[in-house]
């Protein structure tokens, strides 16, 4: 990471090209007209503690009666998409600051990820007070990482802190790398690359390398041991991962700076929530909301068809019209008439349906919709009268391999399940064409009655959407990697829980269960030794069995509204 700090910069208004940028965008978003020219003060030196220097930029709205300041902190530099969302929160009276996380862009110190994040926030608010221009009114904006330090400012709030604007974050990483037993290898890894080269390759060729990231990371995944190779492909820059990697014990000390739980405890003031169904902190910012509603914190949650990509594209629209309304009512004291807010202040895009819906609260009261797996692939509302155990073998050396889904990655989302399902290593069971639209509100269970011949292994299940042409296509899913001391000759009873969702299965389509013994390289591959993760030399196959009979029933539980339909709620046709 670099430490040659920029040459900061005179305050001066946007250029014609960033001018012209704002007008385009503010009409393809359908963003309100911007009311306020401003200026922009870049590579200001802000110190921290330690004696480190953040470099900020502060985005200044030429006006006598500016409503607060934003503060955005980031480690992938001050650039776009944080310039795009600075300049529109500066063109509506807000003072923007937008500061570089240490060791990145020209801020010194070493970059570890998240682990500083809580004192440098706090040493920014420090600068902050010394500014004439800063008024006591502060808020804190932004997605993915630039939601952690939002997080870990919330450890400890500092009075000026009037709400919270967090996108598609996580606030333990412990749970986010590891939550579901098998460390998610396929993002982390992808993610280190591009942190060890972002400064030596900015703009699109960034991009390009971001597109080919797994194509060039291939036989990274496949190598052995992992460790190493992965070592080399991020040229020794990050040695975090690897530290990361071999830690899977989350009482491990590596972790206590990497879990900001007590955040949500802490937090007192409005919190805005923003996710994706197929983003992969989705189950997280759940968590969050669950936890500050409970506490009666004023949260909003608001849940799109997105990815974690998608949101800086097909969301950018959405999250940023609905964090300038929050902005006007939480921070601006009243100062322009904000509309009034909505009584509902869960909404969720529902899938299937290609709406929006308002909720008052996030998971709806819901029944329990059964379906037992039955021999042959079915998958029933009747429980199973006997029949043979389905099997499969999976193969470490051959592992089933991760398509689509909630990644950190572009090529994530919802895609056509055909190469998966069709794989000798994935059992399948499928409905009947329904004879009514169901509504799945809430997260999915899925028991199985297993064995294994293996004590190290995974199991990985998804929910697929079967149109009556018969394309299958995912909208919920969950790994787990078994406990290796539970006995192999007993049946296990084993319960995955999946994404969250709310999806609509219209009439005439099917449901499908998929399950496998892993989805490589989204989650590493079970190597079926119980070596520490990446260091491992030897691969070993597990044969799976799935018992589906009168004795062992294995059984997928599917939340469905009362009556079909999840209410309160008010259904459009809302874009996002």
Same mark, same amino acid.
């Given at each position: 990471m670099t430490t040659t700090r920029p040459h900061q910069t005179a305050p001066a208004p946007p250029g014609l090209s960033a001018r012209t940028t704002d007008r385009i965008l503010t009409r393809l978003m359908r963003l309100p007209g911007t009311r306020h020219p401003y200026q922009v003060e870049?590579?200001?030196?802000?110190?921290?503690?330690?004696?480190?220097? !953040?470099?900020?930029?502060?985005?200044?709205?030429?006006?006598?009666?500016?409503?607060?300041?934003?503060?955005?902190?980031?480690?992938?530099?001050?650039?776009?998409?944080?310039?795009?969302?600075?300049?529109?929160?500066?063109?509506?009276?807000?003072?923007?600051?937008?500061?570089?996380c240490r060791g990145t862009f020209g801020s010194t110190g070493t970059f570890y990820p998240m682990a500083n994040e809580a004192d440098d926030a706090q040493d920014a608010v420090a600068w902050l007070r010394t500014q004439p221009w800063f008024d006591g009114r502060l808020a804190t904006a932004g997605g993915s990482y630039v939601g952690w330090p939002q997080w870990a400012l919330l450890m400890d709030p500092p009075p000026e802190l009037r709400t919270c604007l967090i996108a598609v974050a996580p606030h333990n990483m412990h749970n986010t790398v590891y939550g579901a037993g098998a460390f998610r290898l396929g993002d982390f890894l992808s993610w280190a690359a591009m942190m060890a080269n972002q400064e030596r390759f900015p703009g699109l060729r960034g991009v390009a390398r971001m597109l080919t990231m797994n194509r060039r990371l291939a036989p990274v995944f496949a190598a052995l041991p992992f460790a190493e190779a992965a070592d080399t492909a991020t040229e020794h820059r990050t040695p975090w991962f690897r530290e990361w990697l071999t830690a899977p014990d989350p009482d491990d000390p590596l972790w206590d700076r990497l879990k900001l739980d007590d955040a949500l405890q802490r937090a007192n003031v409005p919190v805005r929530l923003t996710a994706g169904w197929q983003d992969l902190f989705l189950d997280q910012t759940?968590?969050?909301?669950?936890? !500050?509603?409970?506490?009666?914190?004023?949260?909003?949650?608001?849940?799109?068809?997105?990815t974690h990509q998608d949101l800086g594209r097909k969301g950018m629209g959405r999250l940023l019209r609905s964090n300038l309304e929050w902005l006007r009512t939480h921070l601006a004291d009243g100062e322009t008439a904000a509309p009034p807010r909505p009584n509902l202040p869960v909404e969720v895009y529902v899938t299937g349906q290609e709406a929006w819906r308002r909720l008052a609260q996030w998971p709806p009261a819901a029944d329990e919709t059964v379906r037992y797996l039955q021999p042959g692939g079915k998958l029933l509302a009747d429980e199973?009268?006997?029949?043979?155990?389905?099997?499969?073998?999976?193969?470490?050396?051959?592992?089933?391999?991760?398509?689509?889904?909630?990644?950190?990655?572009?090529?994530?989302?919802?895609?056509?399940?055909?190469?998966?399902?069709?794989?000798?290593?994935?059992?399948?069971?499928?409905?009947?064409p329904l004879t009514a639209p169901l509504e799945i509100f809430g997260t999915p269970v899925v028991e199985l009655a297993h064995t294994r011949s293996n004590p190290h292994a995974d199991v990985f299940v998804r929910l697929c959407d079967v149109d009556p042409k018969g394309v299958s296509r995912n909208f919920a899913e969950g790994l787990l990697r078994l406990d290796p001391t539970s006995p192999t000759d007993q049946v296990q009873h084993v319960r995955v829980r999946l994404d969250a969702c709310a999806h609509e299965v219209k009439r005439g389509h099917r449901i499908r269960l998929l399950t496998a013994g892993g989805s490589h390289p989204q989650y590493a591959r079970n190597e079926g030794t119980g070596a520490v993760p990446g260091t491992g030399h030897e691969l070993r196959p597990c044969t799976h069995t799935i018992h589906h009979d009168t004795a062992a029933v294995s059984r997928v539980l599917l939340p469905t509204p009362p009556n079909g339909h999840a209410r309160p709620g008010l259904a459009d046709s809302m874009g996002s």
């Open positions: 870049r590579n200001i030196p802000t110190p921290a503690r330690d004696g480190a220097v !953040l470099v900020t930029d502060h985005y200044a709205p030429v006006t006598d009666r500016p409503k607060g300041t934003v503060l955005l902190r980031t480690p992938y530099g001050r650039g776009f998409p944080h310039d795009l969302e600075a300049r529109v929160y500066a063109g509506h009276g807000y003072h923007v600051v937008v500061q570089s759940l968590h969050q909301y669950r936890a !500050l509603r409970t506490r009666g914190v004023d949260v909003s949650l608001t849940v799109g068809p997105w199973p009268s006997g029949g043979a155990p389905s099997t499969y073998v999976y193969d470490p050396a051959n592992p089933t391999p991760t398509l689509a889904g909630p990644l950190l990655t572009f090529d994530s989302g919802v895609k056509d399940n055909a190469d998966l399902q069709n794989r000798p290593d994935v059992l399948t069971f499928t409905t009947p």
